[in-house]
């Protein structure tokens, strides 16, 4: 389909900033608008208003959420302010996006804590002096029972029901708690309250993000854009990227775990995070693309991917060390020198081979440990184990699941 035109000439510095946007993103809403906001911000060197709002359901920011964060730091370089906006209010109401069941809201205190590390972390890819953040407990607090009433008066039930996960859990008899109604009307309220000109969110976002130009236009304001960018698969290559499944790289994680987890993905899922977390060009992209495809080894690139990703969030002479030890590890068999070291008492003098793997932080649990067992992923000290049954006796061995859980264990 043709895109959108405009009726007065676009600048080319309007053309380019377009085109630094959209890259990557799944939908810019309208776009007519924010080439329309575009050139104005040119003409009057006004800086547009770019909010993202997180809450801080968890301590930790992955590479999934540094999708999103790019784009902000590429419109930092493009001269707009950033507004990063940490949902301190909302996170005690839960976004149920995406949810077939209701979340049950976050403690303050729970909320608070986490809030502590979010900006530290997303500070490693946005320019902490030309950030703004706020906290929508700032609005959201002095509104009271009255200013609830009034905001909800600006929107219907028969909309907030044609959310998907509404929809799908109000047909299938799911409960949806009313206080999750309330959740995407105050994150539209947040754009009322900051004045938005962008706002951005991954494709789950995207009802809310819409709820926010709705109230917009009700406050009399111009109404915001909505940019929503993809959602990144974790390292399984099926679901998104998430804690809760362990499937995600963390931006704090140790350099040589960042790397061994970069490298375990998929081929063509490597494509897939280098379209959107690689500061690479595109044309740069496709020509790497271009010399997979004419018989270079794919190696390369996830190596060349691993080591930007490990060069971002930590150095350069970080990821020149995790490729060596990486090297080391895999392809001569050499022992990770910082692996873990875990102590724990047996039992008769010994301890079944299940309990010391879940002891020692090498599965999940001890029906984890034992499948591990039957694929003949564990070795002791280079041996592989083989009988589920096995109980180690008292001493120190070193233990490895698959190729990058390691431990040193003393059993004692």
Known sequence: MPTESVSSPVPPEVERALAIVKRGCDELLVESEFVAKLARSHATDTPLR????????????????????????????????VIFLIGDFTAMIGDPSGRNVTRPPLSAEQIRAHAETYFEQAALVLDRDRTEIRYNAEWSQPLGADGMIRLASHYTLARLLERDDFQKRYAGGQPIAMHELLYPLMQGYDSVALRADLELGGTDQKFNLLVGRELQKHYGQEPQCVLTMPLLEGTDGVDKMSKSKGNYIGITEPPTEMFGKLMSISDDLMWRYYDLLSARSIDAIAGLRREIAQGRNPRDAKVALAQEMVARFHSQAAAVAALEEFEARFRHGAVPEDMPAVAMPATDGAIAIGHLLKQAGLASSTSDALRSVEQGAVRIDGQRVEDRALRVACGTYVVQIGKRRWARVTVE
């Open 50 to 81: 770019c909010k993202l709002g997180l809450d801080p359901t968890a301590p930790d920011i992955h590479l999934g959420h540094t999708v999103v964060l790019n784009k902000l730091r590429q419109l930092q370089d493009l001269g707009h302010t």
